[in-house]
């Protein structure tokens, strides 16, 4: 493994699925060279990376092993030892964003802590902590359904809950850890939006379009950009994010998730990294998310966020059951969805064909420019799209 001081800048990546995966094709694009740190050489960064550290991503041994080659480290997800990670920063390590801004996004329950603190609307929540088993009373005004919410590790619907009646809210008392869950007042929205937005290490904060959502069974089925909504929404989620990356004085890509409705623009969640709400920007914008990630890491600059063409989908392919159907198989379905013309296929590469497992997206530019025939040019190619790769979910 080469020495970080070399000819090119070179950023240390921690974790090696799909996201990890693009940012080291982000890499070469910018001749950046990235080292990923992952438990094997099958993940799906492992054949893109410069080099590797295999090592389990919350070992701190090997994340300084990572940190003797690498100018900065950055991540892939959210999931991390900031105890550890701590330690390595103190001795002079460079990670992007710093764990001070980092450390209060890696937990939902952290999150909401600190979106009431900067007055950022959201929804209602208590920590399931503050219930009794035996005598649980909601706060005023507070009615069935309810969203319970896992702090950690939740993602893809996993780590939530819809609680229905006081039966649910008991059954959940008996079996989850209180200090670890919340609840929050059930969101009646219309839409589901997502905004991108980087900051770069001297301040400059870029954004991409905002995009509407659309999911399925809690698992995102597929994207649509720019989202139709009015320039208000537009500017106040803009200003939003702003906002929360100059207070952490976040340096990096960052994700805000959105729920808007009657109640307004509500921050749903946010995700302190590259997010699959805006894959479509490596075709669909002049730089993509990754490239953003990566350069910032790299200390160098980042260009424009514009789209290229009038929108743009993502669609996500998901695993499935195929039953040993040679019609159905992952490679026969490839090949039926390389035959739609301008659709770019992105294949992770990964080893278990779960369902509901992430395995893949495509991409597709959109031509029309009035936002209604747009929205029906997009539903008409996912239609396309899922008539050859249908999602199954499990619920």
Known sequence: MDQK??????VGVIGGGQLAQMLAKAGKKHGVNV??????????????????????????????????????ITFENEWLDIEGLSLLEEDGVFFVPNLS???????????????DRLHIPGPKWISLSTLKLDDFILPDKWTFPLMAKSSIG?????GTKI????????????????????LEQWVSYIKELSLVISRS???????????????????????????????????????????????????GVLAIEFFWG??????????????????????????????????????????????????????????????????????????QLSEISGLNIHWYDKQNNAPGRKLGHVTM???????????QEAINAVQKIRSIWPNEINS
């Open 154 to 158: 939740g993602y893809d619907g996993k």
């Open 35 to 72: 080292i990923v740190q992952t438990g094997s050489s099958k993940d799906p960064a492992g054949n893109y990376a410069y080099d590797l550290v295999l090592s389990h991503t919350q070992d701190i041994k090997g994340t300084r092993q990572l940190s003797d080659h690498c100018n900065s």
């Open 262 to 335: 009657e109640s307004g623009l509500l921050v749903n969640e946010i995700a302190p990294r590259t997010h699959n709400s805006a894959h479509f920007t490596i075709e669909g914008c002049k730089s993509s998310q990754f490239e953003h990630q990566i350069l910032i890491a790299a200390g160098l600059p980042v260009p424009s966020t514009d789209l290229i063409s009038p929108g743009a989908i993502m669609v996500n392919l998901l695993g499935y059951s195929d039953n040993n159907n040679p019609n159905n198989s992952i490679d026969n379905r490839l090949n």
């Open 365 to 375: 530019l959109l031509k029309a420019k009035d936002c209604i025939a747009r929205k």
């Open 201 to 251: 290490t001297d301040g400059v904060v870029k954004s991409f379009p905002l995009t509407e959502t659309i999911q399925d069974r809690q698992i995102c089925d597929w994207v649509l950009a720019p989202a139709d909504v009015n320039h208000a929404v537009k500017a106040l989620a803009y200003n939003l994010g702003v906002s929360l990356v100059r207070e952490l004085n976040y340096v």
């Open 163 to 182: 609680i229905n009646d006081y039966n649910d809210l008991k059954k959940l008392l008996l079996e989850v850890n209180h200090e670890n869950w919340f």
């Open 101 to 115: 801004a980092i450390s209060p996004l890696v937990n939902k329950l952290s999150q909401r802590k600190l979106i």
């Open 5 to 10: 001081k070399n000819d090119c800048p070179t």
